[in-house]
């Protein structure tokens, strides 16, 4: 890290990527109807302010609020093939990537970057639900192999924040394929002795929920998120059943051992850090560390910097044993190797 990396660039960045401000300054809470003003949700973290509901908080939003001064690089991912099936629905595939990609300014489903939070490194990929419901198609793919990489090359940890409505329907059996892929690429993290801690928000179902979504040392979700392979209407008309209350929701799995902490967004970057600190063998973070970057970071897409960030992070101790797993439940999960 350092001046340039830490400070131009995401002022670079923050002035190109800038988006204009959204028409509509008013969003209705789809749990209890209040109406938000958009900066007010924005400051905190698309919560609402009135019900606490956890509402969709796109990749970029939620790094600027995780990272230290807001501050991140992003990691490369490899471009896969595009429309290798010449998929077409009511839509040509192309033309809904071309879509989705205006509607959000993202490339893909998937954001991979890395930096320090509260001073301690890690990498960390979040899945955008905003563009095709988050749907893992080759670039997900890619792009947790890609962070899988980075973090064994820098010894760092991995967190990941799972979204998606499953696989990519337009890419056929090669989405299907990246449930394997990326079973490999967090094999590769379990291998090396480095943390991989998922963070499930609302909705991860499918193919996601079938593979790297489930496989984390560390299962976290957020409040409410809804969790699951199949959802709860395809089970009702399947076994003509009315459901109990809460099913699939985070806080009946965590009842139920599926998971290991439910966790309001508020409070994920502290409880990441201590994770994360306890896992690498690292002492605990200082008090000073923790504040999250600045309030306003989270309120506008782009990563703007508050100052960068000094002084060298301590570096995470080399060869520390594999983490003792969290739960009995990693003795349920697939074994890795295909
Ligand atoms: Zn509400």
Same mark, same amino acid.
């Given at each position: 890290?350092?001046?340039?990396?830490?400070?131009?660039?995401?002022?670079?960045?923050?002035?190109?990527?800038?988006?204009?401000?959204?028409?509509?300054?008013?969003?209705?809470?789809?749990?209890?109807?209040?109406?938000?003003?958009?900066?007010?949700?924005?400051?905190?973290?698309?919560?609402?302010?009135?019900?606490?509901?956890?509402?969709?908080?796109?990749?970029?939003?939620?790094?600027?609020?995780?990272?230290?001064?807001?501050?991140?690089?992003?990691?490369?991912?490899?471009?896969?093939?595009?429309?290798?099936?010449?998929?077409?629905?009511?839509?040509?595939?192309?033309?809904?990537?071309?879509?989705?990609?205006?509607?959000?300014?993202?490339?893909?489903?998937?954001?991979?970057?890395?930096?320090?939070?509260?001073?301690?490194?890690?990498?960390?990929?979040?899945?955008?639900?905003?563009?095709?419901?988050?749907?893992?198609?080759?670039?997900?793919?890619?792009?947790?192999?890609?962070?899988?990489?980075?973090?064994?090359?820098?010894?760092?940890?991995?967190?990941?924040?799972?979204?998606?409505?499953?696989?990519?329907?337009?890419?056929?059996?090669?989405?299907?394929?990246?449930?394997?892929?990326?079973?490999?690429?967090?094999?590769?993290?379990?291998?090396?002795?480095?943390?991989?801690?998922?963070?499930?928000?609302?909705?991860?179902?499918?193919?996601?929920?079938?593979?790297?979504?489930?496989?984390?040392?560390?299962?976290?979700?957020?409040?409410?998120?809804?969790?699951?392979?199949?959802?709860?209407?395809?089970?009702?008309?399947?076994?003509?059943?009315?459901?109990?209350?809460?099913?699939?929701?985070?806080?009946?799995?965590?009842?139920?051992?599926?998971?290991?902490?439910?966790?309001?967004?508020?409070?994920?970057?502290?409880?990441?850090?201590?994770?994360?600190?306890?896992?690498?063998?690292?002492?605990?973070?200082?008090?000073?560390?923790?504040?999250?970057?600045?309030?306003?970071?989270?309120?506008?897409?782009?990563?703007?910097? /508050?100052?960068?960030?000094?002084?060298?992070?301590?570096?995470?101790?080399?060869?520390?044993?594999?983490?003792?797993?969290?739960?009995?439940? /990693?003795?349920?999960?697939?074994?890795?190797?295909?």
């Amino acid at each position: 890290m350092n001046w340039i990396s830490n400070y131009v660039r995401p002022k670079i960045n923050s002035l190109f990527s800038r988006r204009e401000v959204p028409e509509n300054l008013w969003t209705k809470c789809p749990e209890c109807g209040t109406m938000l003003f958009h900066r007010e949700l924005a400051d905190n973290l698309n919560v609402c302010t009135s019900c606490d509901h956890h509402m969709g908080i796109t990749p970029r939003a939620r790094f600027a609020a995780l990272f230290d001064g807001g501050i991140f690089t992003e990691v490369k991912v490899p471009e896969p093939l595009i429309d290798p099936l010449q998929f077409r629905d009511q839509k040509k595939y192309p033309d809904r990537m071309r879509a989705a990609q205006k509607a959000t300014g993202e490339k893909e489903a998937m954001l991979v970057a890395e930096g320090e939070i509260a001073r301690t490194p890690m990498v960390v990929a979040a899945q955008d639900f905003s563009f095709m419901a988050g749907s893992m198609g080759m670039y997900v793919g890619n792009a947790i192999i890609a962070a899988a990489q980075r973090a064994v090359e820098m010894k760092r940890p991995l967190v990941l924040f799972s979204a998606a409505g499953g696989a990519r329907m337009q890419e056929g059996i090669l989405s299907l394929m990246q449930m394997p892929r990326t079973t490999v690429a967090v094999q590769m993290l379990k291998e090396a002795g480095l943390p991989y801690v998922v963070v499930l928000t609302h909705p991860t179902t499918g193919g996601v929920t079938a593979s790297y979504a489930m496989l984390g040392d560390v299962q976290i979700a957020e409040p409410n998120a809804l969790i699951c392979f199949a959802g709860p209407r395809v089970i009702e008309q399947t076994i003509r059943e009315t459901l109990p209350e809460g099913f699939q929701r985070a806080e009946y799995l965590l009842d139920h051992g599926m998971l290991d902490r439910v966790t309001h967004r508020k409070k994920l970057r502290e409880e990441l850090v201590t994770v994360l600190r306890l896992l690498m063998r690292q002492p605990p973070a200082v008090a000073g560390d923790l504040p999250a970057p600045r309030p306003e970071a989270a309120a506008s897409a782009p990563a703007a910097p /508050a100052e960068p960030v000094a002084g060298p992070a301590p570096a995470p101790e080399k060869g520390a044993p594999a983490p003792e797993k969290a739960a009995p439940k /990693a003795a349920a999960k697939p074994a890795a190797k295909p």
